[in-house]
């Protein structure tokens, strides 16, 4: 079936610190590709969407400085937390839909981040 | 009111004993219904697709989609210790954004 690769799958960093987080769609092409992030027994809150080839689109809320999205290929789509803050720790989980199009999702296992 | 309903449980069973999920929603545009299984510290993993309405099966899984009552279910058959885990529903009305329901905690017990 679909397989959505994520790395690392855990992050322990300073304050400060720049953190990449990778997700890969492994035997098929995405040219759309989901963040979220998700708080401890909470649900899923959609971060934003990365596009291939063009600027991500952020939901509401969310800092596009803060969160760096990068989509070069059909198969990556990049998140990177610049200059992380204690407040930026939480589980991070990307998606992507292996049918020519976004539904159905599959997610990677998720990039458990702390930053102290 | 939120767009997804779904009660977080927890919901314990025995072994072997059907467990039954749903969720209610208020989008009618939504046509995309999909259910996830979470096990902690994981990402979810899907488990039933149903694009528009009907019933689909799949080994020990039924899902149920009620278009006209704005009401989805997830029936688990002979539940396993195995099936431990946190059940998320989630729908679109387009090939784009998910809402998800808050998830159901269920513990199958041995």
């Known amino acids: 079936g679909a397989v959505v690769s994520q790395h690392p799958s855990r992050v322990i960093c300073k304050s400060g610190t720049s953190v990449k987080i990778e997700c890969r769609s492994l035997?098929?092409?995405?040219?759309?590709m989901f963040w979220y992030r998700q708080f401890p027994k909470q649900s899923l809150m959609l971060m934003a969407t990365s596009n291939e080839g063009s600027k991500a689109t952020y939901e509401q809320g969310v800092e596009k400085d803060k969160f760096l999205i990068n989509h070069a290929s059909l198969t990556l789509s990049t998140l990177t937390v610049t200059s992380a803050h204690p407040e930026d720790s939480s589980f991070y989980i990307c998606s992507a839909g292996d049918r020519g199009g976004n539904q159905p999702q599959h997610f990677g296992d998720g990039t458990r981040l702390s930053i102290l | 009111q939120k767009e997804v309903e779904q009660d977080p449980g927890p919901l314990s069973v025995p072994e072997g004993a059907i467990v039954s999920l749903n969720c209610t929603y208020s989008?009618?545009?939504?046509?995309?219904f999909m259910w996830y299984r979470q096990y902690s510290r994981k990402g979810p993993e899907l488990l039933m697709y149903?694009?528009?309405?009907g019933n689909k099966e799949d080994g020990r899984f039924t899902a149920q989609v009620d278009k006209s009552s704005k009401y989805i279910s997830l029936f688990i058959r002979d539940s396993q210790p195995s099936d431990s885990a946190t059940y998320l529903c989630?729908?679109?009305?387009?090939?784009?954004?998910?809402?998800f329901g808050a998830g159901t905690t269920v513990t199958v017990r041995a």
């Open positions: 989008n009618s545009a939504f046509q995309y």
């Open positions: 149903t694009y528009s309405s």
């Open positions: 035997d098929f092409q995405a040219t759309t």
């Open positions: 989630a729908m679109s009305a387009n090939d784009y954004k998910l809402s």
